[in-house]
């Protein structure tokens, strides 16, 4: 019984920080690609960072590219998100998700590649 949880999310000003959290259990995710998505109110769940198994490759959506870092512990089978310089556009419900490896490329940005899904928690950043 495969399981992601998020923890981290919170009201937090514009300009500060917030780490979020994604404990995996049921099974090691240490070979699986592991991304976090976003949903604002009124729009689709959209691609914000992922990492691939090995650790030795990161993606970033342009949105986030240089405030947001994404980094894992396959040891502690958990996964997290730096999230530095928040803006109000940044406010979401932030999912973590599992993917097996694909070949294709870019694969990691479609929200429908990936197997294991989080509930999400709330990031709101405030003006």
């Known amino acids: 019984q495969a399981q992601l949880v998020e923890s981290g999310g919170g009201l937090v000003q514009a300009g500060g920080s917030l780490r979020l959290s994604c404990a995996a259990s049921g099974r090691t995710f240490s070979s699986y690609t592991m991304a976090w998505f976003r949903q604002a109110p009124g729009k689709g769940r959209e691609f914000v960072t992922g990492i691939r198994w090995s650790g030795s490759s990161t993606y970033y959506a342009d949105s986030v590219k240089g405030r947001f870092t994404i980094s894992r512990d396959n040891a502690k089978n958990v996964v997290y998100l730096q999230m530095n310089s928040l803006k109000p556009e940044d406010t979401a419900v932030y999912y973590c998700?599992?993917?097996?490896?694909?070949?294709?490329?870019?694969?990691?940005?479609?929200?429908?590649?990936?197997?294991?899904w989080g509930q999400g928690t709330q990031v709101t950043v405030s003006s």
């Open positions: 998700a599992a993917a097996r490896e694909k070949l294709g490329s870019r694969w990691y940005e479609y929200k429908d590649e990936y197997e294991y």
